[in-house]
């Protein structure tokens, strides 16, 4: 098992930055692919960014948000500038085990409890 616990949510004005950070406990880290997903009031949970030995963002914020890891410290990061109204939402951090369609919800494993952001505009 691995345990994932988010902090660093908060509420921010548009164009503000926040840094998340997720704290890993259990199994060993490294071997994990890590993710970020979000999800606002009435949709979907989304795809935000991922890193194993390289890192994927969704097209929505690329160039904007930068994800890391720490492996020493099992610890995975969001770093988000320019924030806006639209990133309003509760931001999970997930481990997977797999290797491929990484994007997708299902392929993760293991799931925090979530950190609420919130932008005003």
């Known amino acids: 098992q691995v345990q994932l616990v988010e902090s660093g949510g908060g509420l921010v004005q548009a164009g503000g930055s926040l840094r998340l950070s997720c704290a890993a406990s259990?199994?060993?880290?490294?071997?994990?692919?890590m993710a970020w997903f979000r999800q606002a009031p009435g949709k979907e949970r989304e795809f935000v960014a991922a890193?194993?030995?390289?890192?994927s963002y969704a097209d929505s914020v690329k160039g904007r948000f930068t994800i890391s890891r720490d492996n020493a410290k099992n610890t995975m990061y969001l770093r988000m500038n320019s924030l806006k109204p639209e990133d309003t939402a509760v931001y999970y951090c997930?481990?997977?085990?797999?290797?491929?369609?990484?994007?997708?919800?299902?392929?993760?494993?293991?799931w925090g409890q979530g950190t609420q952001v919130t932008v005003g505009s």
């Open positions: 997930a481990a997977s085990a797999a290797t491929w369609d990484l994007t997708k919800v299902g392929r993760y494993n293991y």
């Open positions: 259990g199994r060993t880290f490294s071997p994990y692919t």
């Open positions: 890193i194993k030995a390289v890192t």
